[in-house]
């Protein structure tokens, strides 16, 4: 059974950092592919924030280029979500989530709240 587990959200100042985890088991992160973090705003629809793929290639969101990196630790089977200067916009819940063998896989969602 794939379980994602997130971590890392919490409330910062306008300008700050936070970094997500997302603990994988049940699979290796290789084979969910790709992995990716989303957000979902109170009364918006969940929008994806950046993704890896198995290859290790990389894409964001144009409204965090330059601001959050995606990252991944094989041996700890973990997915990462650095974000830096943090806007009263990128509050939300976010997800992490992926699909392996046509079944889609999500975690639980963690609180970030960004106050200006």
């Known amino acids: 059974q794939v379980q994602l587990v997130e971590s890392g959200g919490g409330l910062v100042q306008t300008g700050g950092s936070l970094r997500l985890s997302c603990a994988v088991s049940?699979?290796?992160?290789?084979?969910?592919?790709?992995m990716a973090w989303y957000r979902q705003a109170p009364g918006k629809p969940r929008e994806l924030v950046a993704a890896?793929?198995?290859?290790?290639?990389?894409n964001y969101a144009d409204f965090v280029k330059g601001r959050f990196t995606i990252s991944r630790d094989i041996a700890k089977n973990t997915v990462y979500l650095e974000m830096n200067n943090l806007k009263p916009e990128d509050t939300a819940v976010y997800y992490c989530?992926?699909?392996?063998?046509?079944?889609?896989?999500w975690g639980q969602g963690t609180q970030v709240t960004v106050s200006s």
């Open positions: 989530g992926g699909t392996r063998f046509l079944i889609d896989y």
């Open positions: 049940g699979s290796s992160i290789i084979a969910i592919n790709p």
């Open positions: 890896i793929s198995s290859g290790s290639n990389t």
